[in-house]
């Protein structure tokens, strides 16, 4: 999908992510739930498909004709980054044919010592026609990222970084003041569990918002109800 097209399919919507840690109930070793997940978001209005690991990826594209943003989480020693850290997962995400490549854009350094700009700058120079999402979580992340190339920053480290440690909800006065001054387009992400919060962050400028727990995560689901449950008790 070219870029034109990406960015009129996903303005003002909902994209849905549709992902399973190892630790979680829905993950499975040979996939073949989260295209499932994807198929019923699109069936529902979703606009778009954030989905994690190249198997995921690909067989979503399968059975979903919407844009998909892609990730690859994996763990490395010596850094917190965690979100398509390094040129290998970048390649590899590439050469499935992710309409939006996201990365960690925090201020953590990865294994090789490189900033998120200097990624994002050398995934620009190797990949020029790539549209890139940068996973922020303060402004000057966002447009250190934007400077760098980002066509995207995402408000999904919010409250997950130690800068913002403590940030528990949605915060729309971040997501209105990334809209004004930063020159990617926001993605609101993060702490979105309710269709209120989701209009509130679109009227406060999101291009486009990302809703995942919420959604895609029963297990998270349930614990809410029961959790306010357990509290009226």
Request: charged share 25%.
């Amino acid at each position: 999908m070219e870029k034109e097209a990406i960015l009129k399919q996903i303005e003002h919507g909902l994209i849905v992510s549709c992902q399973a840690l190892e630790h979680e109930p829905l993950y499975t070793k040979e996939g073949g739930i989260m295209h499932l997940m994807a198929k019923a978001a699109a069936m529902s209005g979703a606009v778009g498909i954030r989905a994690n690991t190249v198997r995921d990826i690909t067989q979503i594209k399968e059975v979903v004709d919407l844009p998909v943003i892609g990730i690859i989480k994996k763990d490395y020693p010596g850094t917190p980054m965690y979100i398509t850290v390094t040129m290998k997962e970048v390649d590899e995400l590439v050469a499935c044919g992710v309409d939006i490549l996201a990365v960690q854009g925090t201020s953590a350094l990865r294994p090789d010592g490189k900033t998120s700009a200097e990624f994002i700058r050398e995934i620009k120079a190797k990949y020029p026609h790539q549209l890139v999402m940068a996973d922020i979580a303060t402004d000057e992340e966002a447009m250190a990222c934007a400077e760098a190339g980002a066509d995207f920053v995402g408000t999904t480290m919010r409250g997950y970084t130690p800068e913002t440690e403590g940030i528990n909800e949605t915060d729309f006065d971040f997501i209105a003041r990334l809209a004004k001054n930063c020159p990617a387009k926001v993605i609101a992400e993060g702490h979105i569990h309710y269709p209120e919060q989701a209009r509130k962050a679109l009227e406060a400028g999101a291009f486009a918002l990302v809703v995942g727990g919420a959604i895609t995560r029963p297990a998270e689901i349930t614990a809410r109800f029961t959790a306010a449950i357990k509290d009226m008790r």
